[in-house]
């Protein structure tokens, strides 16, 4: 393929997967397989590492993230973000309604819209480009989190058509969809962290993150509710949205009632008590309804206060919440030992289902409430899956109630619990002897993520460890089928597939294994880190504290587990036990693999006599480094070929970092 050939080819494959994302995401419509789509995807990827030349900020390979923000540069807004009226009484809304009325002194049409509940963002477009995506901070200026904003796939890169104007800015909403949101917690629950408060904070929190590539994998979503520009293009705020649909932007859909137009007091309270009553079938959460003057001259007219417009109003739902009956509570034990309490409830209807069980946290969270032996509690229900207990009516208290006292004793094992300095949870220490614990244990180190053995579930262990047969995850891998077939609706073809699991499971790599073993903080990433840095199980066990701290991103908590875990002689034994059975504890290095570039953040720029662009990419990669797409404060070196991109150049020497070229290269990893 020549230089203009591949260009030209770069070109297409753009257009073709904006497209492609846009009728996806925006308009539901895809008319490509997943799978036709990454493949695309993956030829412009390795077109772009052909031809540096031809890089553009605003590719849709951008789109996965990889970009590194250390400091998000504070911008100032060209149009303040101002904030919104709200009141939470339907008066007040009338009032307010009455009052702009008798300003005007004309009729007026509305439009209701949602108060999505996320992190607001003004995206400002150029010729038709995304050129800065920023927070609303103080209103006045704001944050610039442009490379996060990219990994999101509603928001358009390059506009659709020609309709817009030259330059504009579109407001909107970043919100976490709700699905997305429950999965993410489970996890992190299952990997013995704190879950995420909740969806909103959860969304503000991720648009700072510094690793694009974590963004891109978390369920963000946008609604966009606001066009600014010079030129004033439309008559009304209505018209302006259906316009920005064309060009390619989520906005509110009017055939899902998200967004509609009001003639009168009567038909916005329709708006209201509609979504009072549906709110909770919605994939996102909303905290109200945004009442809007449609037109653009009125709203002119009405102008604005110091703070927010008069054409504006949010009125806001009341969290929902029910009184019920304490009954009882459980204290649940995962499978690193800690504990959660867990209120058991007369069973009572909130926002559309039977509420049952509320969560109360921590030993503190229950002392703050002063929560009392069935007490009457006030439940609400957020994006989380179960609702919590917000506070108390004492007004329905019984004079003789005693005031809940925290169990001291694991409920399962009877023994006694542990509260770490720092910690908000309390755990049972009995890790070898506590039946939820030992059975957890079990179920992770067989997860998908995990050993992924074939053929076994949770199901499966529960039996197996109440009939003896297993006590630890070493155990597995001396089952025999015969032990197995007397189980519980166990035929020969189920018990055979459970051998064959485990007996396959022995190839799984070292990564994998040392997440399996369960070790609290060492999630999938961790667990992948600590294997690359030290390569074999041995060198990891015999790491100190402040050796495992040097590791990139590995802090002084997960520090203290790993060399807590290997200080045990238990923990020690298994792991031996493990190895002789043929696990993977160590690295499989590909020939030529050495540690020269250990640490080191590099970015590629150029065409290389040598080497393909490819190939110095699996170069890093194979020496210990880490390839990354542009030049940030996190890059350690540049090398640099033919062609070198001048915007790289000049960023590298504002920030002084080192460029090599081809021939250092080689010479550093030979
Ligand atoms: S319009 C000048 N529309 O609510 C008016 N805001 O409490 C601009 N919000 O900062 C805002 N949904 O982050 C508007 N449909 C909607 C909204 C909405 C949520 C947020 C927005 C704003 C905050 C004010």
Same mark, same amino acid.
């Not at 999505?116 to 150029?126: E, K, L, P, Q, S």
């Not at 030049?631 to 090599?660: F, Q, Y």
């Given at each position: 393929?020549?230089?203009?050939?591949?260009?030209?080819?770069?070109?297409?494959?753009? %257009?073709?997967?904006?497209?492609?994302?846009?009728?996806? #995401?925006?308009?539901?419509?895809?008319?490509?397989?997943?799978?036709?789509?990454?493949?695309?995807?993956?030829?412009?990827?390795?077109?772009?590492?052909?031809?540096?030349? $031809?890089?553009?900020?605003?590719?849709?390979?951008?789109?996965?993230?990889?970009?590194?923000?250390?400091?998000?540069?504070?911008?100032?807004?060209?149009?303040?973000?101002?904030? +919104?009226?709200?009141? #939470?009484?339907?008066?007040?809304?009338?009032?307010?309604?009455?009052?702009?009325?008798?300003?005007?002194?004309?009729?007026?049409?509305?439009?209701?819209?949602?108060?999505?509940?996320?992190?607001?963002?003004?995206?400002?477009?150029?010729?038709?480009?995304?050129?800065?995506?920023?927070?609303?901070?103080?209103?006045?200026?704001?944050?610039?989190?442009?490379?996060?904003? %990219?990994?999101?796939?509603?928001?358009?890169?390059?506009?659709? /058509?020609?309709?817009?104007?030259?330059?504009?800015?579109?407001?909107?909403?970043?919100?976490?969809?709700?699905? /997305?949101?429950?999965?993410?917690?489970?996890?992190?629950?299952?990997?013995?962290?704190?879950?995420?408060?909740?969806?909103?904070?959860?969304?503000?929190?991720?648009?700072?993150?510094?690793?694009?590539?974590?963004?891109?994998?978390?369920?963000?979503?946008?609604?966009?509710?606001?066009?600014?520009?010079? =030129?004033? +293009?439309?008559?009304?705020?209505?018209?302006?949205?259906?316009?920005?649909? =064309?060009?390619?932007?989520?906005?509110?859909?009017?055939?899902? %009632?998200?967004?509609?137009?009001?003639?009168?007091?009567?038909?916005?309270?329709?708006?209201?008590?509609?979504?009072?009553?549906?709110?909770?079938?919605?994939?996102?959460?909303?905290?109200?309804?945004?009442?809007?003057?449609?037109?653009?001259?009125?709203?002119?007219?009405?102008?604005?206060?110091?703070?927010?417009?008069?054409?504006?109003?949010?009125?806001?739902?009341?969290?929902?919440?029910?009184?019920?009956?304490?009954?009882?509570?459980? #204290?649940?034990?995962?499978?690193?030992?800690?504990?959660?309490?867990?209120?058991?409830?007369?069973?009572?209807?909130?926002?559309?289902?039977?509420?049952?069980?509320?969560?109360?946290?921590?030993?503190?969270?229950?002392?703050?409430? *002063?929560?009392?032996?069935?007490?009457?509690?006030?439940?609400?229900?957020? !994006? =989380?899956?179960?609702?919590?207990?917000?506070?108390?009516?004492?007004?329905?208290?019984?004079?003789?109630?005693?005031?809940?006292?925290?169990?001291?004793?694991?409920?399962?094992?009877?023994?006694?619990?542990?509260?770490?300095?720092?910690?908000?949870?309390?755990?049972?220490?009995?890790?070898?002897?506590?039946?939820?614990?030992? %059975?957890?244990?079990?179920?992770?180190?067989?997860?998908?993520?995990?050993?992924?053995?074939?053929?076994? *579930?949770?199901?499966?262990?529960?039996?197996?460890?109440?009939?003896?047969?297993?006590?630890?995850?070493?155990?597995?891998?001396?089952?025999?089928?015969?032990?197995?077939?007397?189980?519980?609706?166990?035929?020969?073809?189920?018990?055979?597939?459970?051998?064959? /699991?485990?007996?396959?499971?022995?190839?799984?790599?070292?990564?994998?294994?040392?997440?399996?073993?369960?070790?609290?903080?060492? *999630?999938?990433?961790?667990?992948?880190?600590?294997?690359?840095? $030290?390569?074999?199980?041995?060198?990891?066990? &015999?790491?100190?504290?402040?050796?495992?701290?040097?590791?990139?991103?590995? /802090?002084?908590?997960?520090?203290?587990?790993?060399?807590?875990?290997?200080?045990?002689?238990?923990?020690?034994?298994?792991?031996?036990?493990?190895?002789?059975?043929?696990?993977?504890?160590?690295?499989?290095?590909?020939?030529?693999?050495?540690?020269?570039?250990?640490? +080191?953040?590099?970015?590629?720029? *150029?065409?290389?006599?040598?080497?393909?662009?490819?190939?110095?990419?699996?170069?890093?990669?194979?020496? !210990?480094?880490?390839?990354?797409?542009?030049?940030?404060?996190?890059?350690?070196?540049?090398?640099?070929?033919?062609?070198?991109?001048?915007?790289?150049?000049?960023?590298?020497?504002?920030?002084?970092? &080192?460029?090599?070229?081809?021939?250092?290269?080689?010479?550093?990893?030979?």
């Amino acid at each position: 393929m020549t230089k203009e050939q591949a260009r030209e080819k770069m070109e297409v494959l753009r %257009k073709e997967l904006d497209e492609h994302n846009h009728r996806y #995401y925006i308009l539901d419509d895809p008319a490509i397989s997943d799978y036709e789509f990454d493949q695309k995807l993956a030829e412009l990827q390795k077109l772009e590492e052909e031809h540096p030349e $031809f890089d553009d900020p605003l590719s849709p390979t951008r789109r996965v993230g990889g970009d590194i923000t250390k400091d998000f540069p504070t911008v100032k807004h060209k149009y303040p973000m101002m904030s +919104l009226s709200n009141t #939470y009484s339907r008066e007040e809304l009338e009032d307010f309604l009455n009052r702009i009325a008798k300003l005007l002194g004309e009729d007026m049409e509305f439009v209701c819209e949602l108060k999505y509940d996320g992190a607001a963002v003004g995206i400002t477009y150029r010729e038709g480009k995304l050129l800065r995506a920023v927070t609303r901070g103080d209103g006045s200026q704001g944050d610039d989190i442009t490379t996060n904003i %990219k990994t999101i796939k509603s928001i358009p890169l390059q506009l659709q /058509g020609n309709s817009y104007p030259e330059e504009f800015e579109i407001r909107g909403e970043i919100f976490m969809l709700l699905e /997305g949101f429950n999965k993410m917690n489970e996890e992190r629950v299952a990997e013995g962290l704190e879950p995420f408060a909740n969806p909103r904070n959860t969304a503000s929190g991720t648009l700072k993150m510094q690793d694009s590539s974590v963004v891109a994998a978390r369920p963000l979503d946008s609604f966009l509710y606001f066009v600014l520009s010079e =030129e004033r +293009l439309f008559e009304n705020h209505h018209d302006s949205m259906l316009k920005a649909r =064309e060009w390619g932007f989520r906005i509110p859909y009017p055939e899902k %009632k998200y967004i509609a137009k009001a003639q009168n007091i009567s038909e916005i309270f329709d708006f209201i008590n509609y979504w009072e009553e549906h709110r909770n079938e919605l994939p996102f959460e909303i905290d109200g309804v945004v009442v809007k003057v449609n037109s653009y001259a009125q709203q002119e007219r009405l102008g604005t206060t110091a703070k927010a417009p008069r054409w504006a109003i949010a009125y806001k739902y009341k969290a929902e919440q029910v009184a019920t009956r304490l009954n009882s509570i459980s #204290y649940q034990v995962g499978r690193t030992g800690a504990i959660t309490p867990v209120a058991n409830l007369e069973p009572v209807l909130l926002a559309g289902t039977t509420v049952k069980r509320a969560s109360l946290h921590n030993k503190d969270q229950i002392e703050k409430l *002063g929560l009392h032996e069935n007490d009457y509690v006030f439940v609400e229900k957020g !994006g =989380e899956i179960i609702p919590k207990v917000v506070g108390i009516d004492l007004k329905q208290r019984q004079p003789e109630a005693k005031a809940i006292q925290y169990i001291t004793h694991c409920p399962e094992c009877n023994t006694q619990l542990i509260r770490e300095e720092g910690e908000a949870l309390h755990y049972c220490p009995n890790e070898s002897g506590c039946p939820p614990q030992v %059975k957890g244990r079990i179920q992770h180190f067989i997860s998908r993520k995990a050993m992924d053995i074939e053929g076994m *579930g949770s199901e499966t262990i529960e039996l197996l460890v109440n009939e003896g047969l297993i006590e630890n995850y070493a155990d597995l891998y001396d089952l025999q089928k015969d032990q197995l077939l007397p189980l519980e609706r166990m035929a020969e073809k189920s018990a055979q597939n459970i051998i064959d /699991g485990i007996e396959a499971s022995k190839q799984v790599p070292f990564e994998k294994v040392l997440f399996a073993l369960g070790i609290r903080y060492v *999630g999938e990433t961790v667990a992948k880190k600590l294997a690359r840095h $030290f390569e074999t199980i041995e060198a990891l066990m &015999k790491a100190s504290e402040e050796e495992l701290v040097n590791v990139d991103e590995i /802090g002084q908590r997960i520090a203290e587990s790993v060399t807590g875990f290997f200080s045990e002689e238990a923990n020690r034994l298994l792991t031996e036990r493990l190895k002789n059975k043929g696990l993977q504890f160590e690295v499989v290095k590909e020939e030529g693999a050495s540690n020269a570039l250990e640490g +080191l953040t590099i970015v590629i720029s *150029g065409n290389f006599e040598r080497y393909s662009r490819t190939e110095i990419k699996e170069l890093i990669e194979k020496h !210990g480094g880490k390839n990354t797409g542009s030049v940030s404060g996190k890059t350690d070196l540049i090398v640099a070929g033919e062609g070198m991109g001048p915007s790289k150049r000049k960023k590298a020497e504002e920030l002084g970092v &080192k460029i090599i070229d081809e021939h250092e290269f080689a010479r550093m990893i030979s």
